[in-house]
């Protein structure tokens, strides 16, 4: 074992301005990389009596021994850190985000930064090949975003990689961003709120001279060349699901602002193309330009395509929402959280008859929203006044921005209307493929996503969209857009054939080693048997995905319809990351893995006070009924069987059915001794 890694991990203080070096070998590769390594880190530096403001807080950006390789997707790092965002506990939480940051980081010569403190002044860090430094960062402090990493830039050079805070940061807003470039963003977790405590205002990287070992070149090329086609690029040929060809050339937009695609350094995702409403997945670029056609020039971003359904009761216009999305990014605020969260938080207070003004105006109700919301005539729109009026408001914690700069559920208990935000959120995090709003899940999908929200401290599809997108996108009978849809042989949104639901199940049983894993749509009596397997495998998945890294979209290839037995190159992501290494892992080895990083997120969130009633918090959300137009009757959770369910799951992990807390012998089978006496000291091991 020989590549990948750089072996080191800087480590700053801000309080004391100290900087040292940790030795990365003493985590790979059993936490792999990633979020795997940054979760191990956050375990060692924090304690029982750690907040997300509290001073050993550490916020870690850590990327994978595949980043800075030829490795499609490869171009991603992650934030790790206890998440303000999270509620009622701010949970243990990562984000990730794409563009240059992770591979410079990984050509400096590091793995993964450490930073704890904080700071009485503001301060900004370089690093380069003659060192890290820290340097005087108070001309930044209160600039956006943009201009923030234009000013590093014009004192650094344009080649450096810059993350930073916006004003949302600086003010401790529980749902800011870190930003990099025009539209890379940690975006979930509010850890921008933890760079602005720690005064922190930005991140230099100048690239150095180091470059990432590869242990077995010649493997990796053969690799690369398969993965490369699995992937199917866009830009190379024409979307299923678009009448006309998206050019996605990464030669367009040159500068510091141009094309970087979705959360990614890969210049072929394959996100992007029109829904079935007919709105583009556009290009966004600073300064923004509106093409007239239905695009927007500059780099595709996916949660954008979302913010028209805000603003205004004309929620089409694009071009108004772009400005929105990109007002957000400068600011440093979570997209995320004002639409899919607060946007029906508010819609749900209106139909209540409460919340009707916000900011001392009218909220308007907009009747001709899309068809993805719930079943109801009244729908919330901003103005695009009010819209900026609110977030500069929020940003700086300005009169009654300073209510919503908490994120909707400690906002919605200010104002007392705590009994209108279980509604949206769950454990603080706004909905997201959860089947019962925005995006339509099938039963029994939404089962798993339930599992997955309930025993995890965040939104947990930024991570698993491998499950709930690709599952569903790849099935003939639910396969999305067109005229086509459902007739066998029309493509998935992946450009793949896709298979009949009776495939996908003889496939799932084998994918997953459970009979029934994915059975339930049209045989309800199965719809909770084997949930936990399904589970297990794609959190697992997520971990591994985060920690080589590679793309979450992309992989892992489920489904292939000219395979024998219908089952795709599940162990892509392993043979990658062993040609890069020099590691053998089987799939079975690295699941291993990504066991022990999860076990440790666990323990993380036990430490922080855990209990199988927070697992259990979301169930009154998933009884609320969906009723989705394409299936028979309202969907809602059966509260019995998920708790049985939930159960098993625990069992599974080798968790306490009564507490949800993992036991000392499941701890020690996975190496992970100085967590179980660390958990047993503070008397919260089983």
Known sequence: MNGGYAGRILRVNMSTGRMRELNTWKYVPDFIGGIGLGYKLLWDETNENTTEWSPENALIFASGPCCGTPVPTSGRAEVIGIAPQGYPIPWAAVSGFGGDFGPKMKFAGYDAIVIVGKAAKPKYLIISEDGAKLLDGEHLWGMTSYTTQDAVAAKHGDDVAVVCCGPAGENRVRWATIQSRSENAAGQGGFGAVMGDKKLKAIAIKPGSYKVKIAKPDELIKEVVKVSAEIC??????????????????????????????????????????????????????????????????????????SPWLLDNDWGNVERSVEFNKLCDQLGLNVWEIFAGMGWFWQNCQNAGKLPRLMGEKMELNKNGPAIYPKTDRHVGLSSKLGVKFLRAVAHREGEGDIWAEATPRAADKLGLTDQAWKTHKLGY???????????????????????????????????????????????????FGEGKGKKGFPSWFGTKTISYREACKAGAKIYGARYANDGWDKPELSYVDKEYVATWHERRAIMKSSVPVCDRQFPFLYDADAPDNIGDTDAEVRLFNAVVGTNWTLDEMHKACERVFMVMRALHVRQGRTRAHDESIIPYFEQPANWPDEPAPQKLDAKKFRELLERYYELHGWDKATGRPTRAKLIELGLGDVADGLAKIGKLP
């Open 430 to 480: 706004a909905p997201h493929w959860d089947g019962r709003y925005l995006q339509h899940v099938k039963s029994p999908v939404w089962i798993v996503s339930a599992l997955g929200w309930a025993t995890q401290g965040r939104d947990p599809y930024d991570q698993q969209h491998g499950y709930v997108e690709r599952y569903t996108s790849h099935v003939t009978e639910w396969a999305p």
């Open 233 to 306: 690029p866009a830009g190379q040929h024409k979307l299923p699901m678009v009448d006309d060809d998206y050019p996605y050339s990464a030669t367009k937009g040159k500068g510091r602002y141009g094309v970087r695609h979705q959360s990614c350094a890969y210049s072929a995702c394959t996100g992007g193309g029109k829904d079935d409403h007919d709105l583009p997945r556009y290009f966004s670029k600073v300064p923004t330009k509106y093409t007239g056609d239905g695009t927007v020039s500059g780099v595709m971003y996916c949660v954008g395509q979302c």
